[in-house]
T-cell receptor, first 114, second 112 residues
Framework: DTGVSQDPRHKITKRGQNVTFRCDPI?????LYWYRQTLGQGPEFLTY????????KSRLLSDRFSAERPKGSFSTLEIQRTEQGDSAMYLC????????????FGEGSRLTVL | DAKTTQPPSMDCAEGRAANLPCNHS???????VYWYRQIHSQGPQYIIH???NNETNEMASLIITEDRKSSTLILPHATLRDTAVYYC?????????????FGAGTQVVVTP
């Protein structure tokens, strides 16, 4: 499968623990995006990378959240000191810079904070 | 970016065409109309996008009114697998076009 892959698909953690999600984009895609989706709502933009550079962060991305894309390939999204309000689906998407409109999304990583 | 308005839900019979409306009355001249859908427990899937001309691909057709204040996504022969939430998004094609603003979308249920 050559699509966007995310790991883990599901994560249950206790409040206060740290969690990390990984995203592997489509191999030639130089742009990578993170979104968050809570139940019944549409996805909300969190941040995006062009190669290894993080170009924009949403105000939704509090200090407890950090995203990296160290070599311009895979990306990680870490949440420190998780809170129950962090429970959501975390979606990763990728695209080619210069493309005209198609984002390729992964299946998402569902986080449940107890 | 212009705001969009979609009906919260609609039903469609299998085999029939599904016509999904979207209002974007404040759209500006350089904003594109995008459609994505999200099947339950999956990530969103791109369907189609357009600026002013009607567009068609293997999944759907996009009809944009002449004044561009509304559009319709047409699924020509709906199947049960088309049951999903459909999102209409308006976005300028700037360098950060991938920062999409999803609304609540339309929950489409295709029934046998």
């Amino acid at each position: 499968d050559t699509g966007v892959s995310q790991d883990p698909r599901h994560k249950i953690t206790k409040r206060g623990q740290n969690v990390t999600f990984r995203c592997d984009p489509i191999s030639e895609h130089n742009r990578l995006y993170w979104y968050r989706q809570t139940l019944g709502q549409g996805p909300e933009f969190l941040t995006y990378f062009q190669n290894e550079a993080q170009l924009e962060k949403s105000r939704l991305l509090s200090d407890r959240f950090s995203a990296e894309r160290p070599k311009g390939s895979f990306s990680t999204l870490e949440i420190q000191r998780t809170e129950q309000g962090d429970s959501a689906m975390y979606l990763c998407a990728s695209s080619l810079m210069g493309s005209t409109g198609e984002l390729f999304f992964g299946e998402g990583s569902r986080l449940t904070v107890l | 970016d212009a705001k969009t308005t979609q009906p919260p839900s609609m039903d469609c019979a299998e085999g029939r065409a599904a016509n999904l409306p979207c209002n974007h009355s404040t759209i500006s001249g350089n904003e594109y109309v995008y459609w994505y859908r999200q099947i339950h427990s999956q990530g969103p899937q791109y369907i189609i996008h357009g600026l002013k001309n009607n567009e068609t691909n293997e999944m759907a057709s996009l009809i944009i009114t002449e004044d561009r204040k509304s559009s319709t996504l047409i699924l020509p022969h709906a199947t049960l697998r088309d049951t999903a939430v459909y999102y209409c998004i308006v976005r300028v094609l700037t360098d950060s076009w991938g920062k999409l603003q999803f609304g609540a979308g339309t929950q489409v249920v295709v029934t046998p």
